[in-house]
T-cell receptor, first 113, second 110 residues
Framework: KAGVTQTPRYLIKTRGQQVTLSCSPI?????VSWYQQTPGQGLQFLFE???????NKGNFPGRFSGRQFSNSRSEMNVSTLELGDSALYLC????????????FGPGTRLTVL | GQQVMQIPQYQHVQEGEDFTTYCNSS?????IQWYKQRPGGHPVFLIQ?????EVKKQKRLTFQFGEAKKNSSLHITATQTTDVGTYFC??????????FGAGTRLFVKA
């Protein structure tokens, strides 16, 4: 069974630009969660999607948004990038939600210059 | 807000020594999950505990969930160099989000 895939793996952007990250969950998994990981803040929850519906959102500004498609693939978008957005962005898929085992993808390393 | 406090932040051990990381919450948790992240890698699920006082073992790893479901621990017996990495506890809330502890980074010296 293929694991969670994320594209791109690395991204370099400049302040003010926007970025879209993609996540393909494990086949059959309907829940996708996104996390931001930084050395200082650890793993911070961004949002969770299930069957195309956002069920919860973390404490991040509105510049961070996401969506999920009918095939469970998910994208997250960050607009008007700031230096502090530099981080590893991880998505995790699970069968039904965060109360199940979550399978993480390799992450997208975003660097904002 | 709801937080899971994880200690210690770092732990240096000699290979063969034991290691323990703790997660503490001020509120009762419905469940606790443990993940391991190798350097340069992504978190990998280890286990989930849901019952009060639950103890589970995976080879040299022992996981405990406190009687009051407010704390949990991961204990590694006789560490090996392959155990290096960061261990995270996480709490899956009923609101469809996971709150993670800050993680404990384990260094093992051969």
């Amino acid at each position: 069974k293929a694991g969670v895939t994320q594209t791109p793996r690395y991204l370099i952007k400049t302040r003010g630009q926007q970025v879209t990250l993609s996540c393909s969950p494990i086949s059959g998994h309907r829940s996708v969660s996104w996390y931001q990981q930084t050395p200082g803040q650890g793993l911070q929850f961004l949002f969770e999607y299930f069957s195309e519906t956002q069920r919860n959102k973390g404490n991040f500004p509105g510049r961070f948004s996401g969506r999920q498609f009918s095939n469970s693939r998910s994208e997250m978008n960050v607009s008007t990038l700031e230096l502090g957005d530099s981080a590893l962005y991880l998505c995790a898929s699970s069968l039904e939600g965060v109360l199940n085992e979550q399978f993480f993808g390799p992450g997208t390393r975003l660097t904002v210059l | 807000g709801q937080q899971v406090m994880q200690i210690p932040q770092y732990q240096h051990v000699q290979e063969g020594e034991d290691f323990t990381t703790y997660c503490n919450s001020s509120t009762t948790l419905s469940n606790i999950q443990w993940y391991k992240q190798r350097p340069g890698g992504h978190p990998v699920f280890l286990i989930q505990l849901v019952k009060s006082g639950e103890v589970k073992k995976q080879k040299r790893l022992t996981f405990q969930f406190g009687e009051a479901k407010k704390n949990s621990s991961l204990h590694i017996t006789a560490t090996q160099t392959t155990d290096v990495g960061t261990y995270f506890c996480g709490w899956g809330t009923g609101g469809f989000k996971t709150i993670f502890g800050a993680g404990t980074r384990l260094f093992v010296k051969a």
